[in-house]
Each structure stands twice: as structure tokens, then as C-alpha cells.
């Protein structure tokens, strides 16, 4: 029969490098609640993304910086 369920998972790899930005930052934590004095800032350069979906059947989507 397979699996009963259904669910979706994302998985991402890159390099994350931080961002000394102060206006930039007071303004991530406006938005998300968070206290911009305890906070720090990161640019993730994603180099590769996977999406797997298991509705009716397993399905996995791959994606490539460079299209590679």
C-alpha cells in the first residue's frame, strides 16, 4: 500500500556570510519580533535546493546554482 501520509521537507546548502548592517538589522527585527541588540544578520548564497513532496507519491525537485 506505501505510506499513509503526506508531507514536504526542503533541504538548502550554501555559504552564509554575515552582514554588518545596523538599519538593515533593526528593520528584520521589527518584522519578526525579535530584539535588533541580540540579533545577528546572514546572506545565505544558496548553491543547492531539494524539495521532496510525498502527496499520492514521492516526488523530489533538485535545483543547482549554474543550473548544473
Do not use: N
Not at 499513509?4 to 533593526?26: M, N, S, V
Request: cysteine-free; overall charge negative; hydrophobic content about 35%.
Amino acid at each position: 500500500d506505501g505510506d499513509r501520509f503526506d508531507d514536504e521537507e526542503l533541504y538548502l546548502t550554501g555559504r552564509a556570510a554575515p552582514i554588518a548592517d545596523a538599519e538593515l538589522l533593526k528593520r528584520v527585527a521589527a518584522a519578526t519580533g525579535d530584539d535588533p541588540a541580540t540579533g545577528e544578520l546572514f546572506e545565505l548564497s544558496v548553491e543547492r535546493a531539494m524539495h521532496k513532496q510525498r502527496v499520492g507519491g514521492l516526488r523530489y525537485t533538485t535545483w543547482r546554482a549554474g543550473g548544473g
